[in-house]
């Protein structure tokens, strides 16, 4: 069963570990993921971005398929279908398909907008117990067509949108979504302390965690970071391995055209990817 991620980021940022929100393209991602977390006994997010959305079907088919999923699969470890950088359109969409966390990004709003907006989600989701995240500033780089500038969130406007109650808010930092560049400069600590000062026992979330140095994400977990999104290094470490698989020529061998065989290097790639990034981020044995 989907569960709320409240509990599970209200432990980690007690217990000054962070669970990893690891976005979904396809079943395979999807079965890697739930089997990786089972296997290592940690909480798990499983991120779904509106592109992503669109290109499985709809939020109904991707709810049906997670929740079909777990059960055939047999996972207990706590599990939250959330929307990842929700429109305000779309994040009512994905409560009445029956995702279990919503991601509204209203940082594109005046924030007198985005706050009225994200009051009015917070209610909606408390009422149906669902685990809501709001975002401040924005993420620099683009997630399936959503394009942020990169700002540094305000921490004065933090605290007003963490005031109304969301479960966790994403502010940014100086982090970006895809590749990092070779000029970047690196996390704002000192906004994240001075965001966590202000906003308390609020979970904090860190968008675009591939490609961030391990002892930054490490820093960024202390000062209050209990989730982190990883969507890219996903991709990449499965696009490798099924580059690897075709260019040896295995798609020619016997029937190794078959997708079940052409795409299981890649599903062990993801698996592989998402337990060291467990590993790193403190969830295993968490659940």
Not at 20 to 27: A, M
Not at 42 to 55: D, F, M, N, Q, W
Not at 122 to 130: H, Q
Not at 230 to 248: D, G, H, M, W
Request: glycine letters at 12%; hydrophobic letters at 40%.
């Amino acid at each position: 069963m989907l569960v709320s991620a409240k509990d599970m980021l209200n432990k980690a940022k007690a217990g000054h570990y962070a669970v990893g929100q690891f976005n979904i393209n396809n079943l395979e991602w999807t079965k890697a993921v739930l089997l990786t977390a089972q296997e290592l006994n940690s909480p798990v997010i499983l991120g779904v971005s509106e592109g992503a959305g669109k290109y499985m079907c709809g939020y109904k088919t991707v709810a049906s398929m997670v929740t079909a999923m777990m059960d055939e699969l047999k996972i207990t470890v706590p599990v939250a279908l959330h929307l990842d950088h929700g429109s305000y359109e779309g994040s009512f969409k994905c409560i009445e398909a029956g995702f279990s966390s919503i991601m509204f990004d209203g940082s594109h709003y005046p924030i007198d907008e985005n706050i009225e907006k994200t009051r009015e989600l917070v209610k909606i989701c408390k009422d149906k117990g669902l685990s809501l995240e709001a975002e401040v500033g924005s993420i620099g780089g683009e997630e399936d067509g959503v394009i942020g500038a990169g700002e540094v969130a305000d921490p004065k406007e933090c605290k007003a949108i963490a005031d109304l109650g969301v479960t966790m808010l994403a502010a940014g930092i100086g982090n970006i979504h895809g590749k990092y560049p070779a000029n970047w400069t690196g996390l704002r600590f000192d906004t994240l302390d001075d965001i966590q000062a202000l906003t308390g026992d609020m979970p904090l979330v860190l968008h675009g965690g591939t490609g961030i140095p391990d002892d930054m994400i490490k820093k960024a977990i202390s000062l209050g970071v209990a989730k982190i999104n990883v969507n890219t290094e996903c991709q990449l470490s499965f696009a490798a391995a099924t580059r690897k698989y075709i260019e040896e020529g295995k798609d020619l061998s016997g029937k190794g055209f078959d997708p079940r065989k052409l795409l299981a290097p890649g599903f062990e790639a993801i698996k592989a990817t998402v337990k060291e990034k467990m590993e790193l981020f403190g969830s295993v044995g968490k659940a």
